[in-house]
């Protein structure tokens, strides 16, 4: 669990012996995903390349989402998907929404990160949001501007080696090109870091006020996988 650093430094009084307590800001990248049918994620033989693991995103899409903390407190939060009340066409290609619900049990990796990568990854970050929100981005399964891609997107402005979280898509018996997807990116994450993961259960209403309000206020609301028992 990441904790306020201290650090001490003499002062100038005329106490020779008097110290100041300073505090560092703590800063954290926090990568979700809601992927609890891993049976869509398995085997097959793709020509030419052998046997490889396919995400079939028709049996269940999964979700991947992300936030930003400062001092325990999210600064930033974004979770891509299809607009509410999107037709089957809209959530291929539709208007957006930057704050997609979160019904299903998540499985959470918390980073620690320098102060830069935090405004790099946030700046980003808006950007895509603001995007979404104006409609001038569109949610976009075919260019793969998804909830996973897009996440994968601006984290890696601030962690060039995040991992890589690829794999091929199939559905309804044919498998298409590779793509970052929920399952993939999952994967190459808990592989990478298998001690990292919190799991938190189902509450799509909480999510749903952490969203709401993370944006509107950073910084007043508390990172849940700091936690977890309370949740």
Request: aromatic share 12%.
């Given at each position: 669990m990441a904790e306020l650093k201290k650090t001490t430094a003499k002062t100038q009084s005329k106490d020779?012996?008097?110290v100041a307590?300073?505090?560092?800001?703590?800063f954290n990248l926090i990568i979700g995903f809601e992927v609890n049918n891993p049976h869509v994620y398995r085997e097959a033989f793709v020509v030419p390349n052998?046997?490889?693991k396919v995400h079939y995103v028709l049996e269940d899409p999964g979700h991947t989402f992300m936030?930003?903390?400062k001092?325990?407190?999210?600064?930033?939060f974004y979770s891509l998907g299809p607009h509410v009340g999107a037709s089957t066409v809209e959530?291929?290609?539709g208007y957006g929404t930057p704050e997609y619900k979160i019904p299903g049990e998540t499985r959470l990796f918390r980073f620690n990160i320098s102060e830069v990568q935090h405004?790099?990854?946030?700046?980003?970050?808006?950007e895509y949001r603001n995007d979404v929100l104006a409609q001038r981005r569109y949610y976009n399964i075919f260019q793969n501007f998804t909830c996973a891609r897009s996440a994968r997107d601006i984290i890696a402005v601030g962690w060039p080696g995040v991992p890589k979280g690829s794999s091929f898509i199939g559905g309804k018996g044919i498998v298409m090109e590779e793509v970052v997807n929920p399952y993939a990116f999952y994967e190459d994450i808990h592989t990478k870091y298998p001690k990292g993961e919190v799991v938190l259960s189902h509450s799509e209403d909480k999510?749903?006020?952490i969203m709401a309000n993370s944006n509107k206020s950073p910084g007043t609301i508390p990172d849940p996988t700091l936690i977890p028992g309370s949740w």
């Open positions: 020779k012996k008097a307590v300073h505090q560092e800001d703590i052998g046997r490889r936030y930003l903390t001092n325990g407190k999210i600064s930033f959530r291929a290609y405004e790099q990854m946030r700046a980003k970050g808006k999510w749903k006020g």
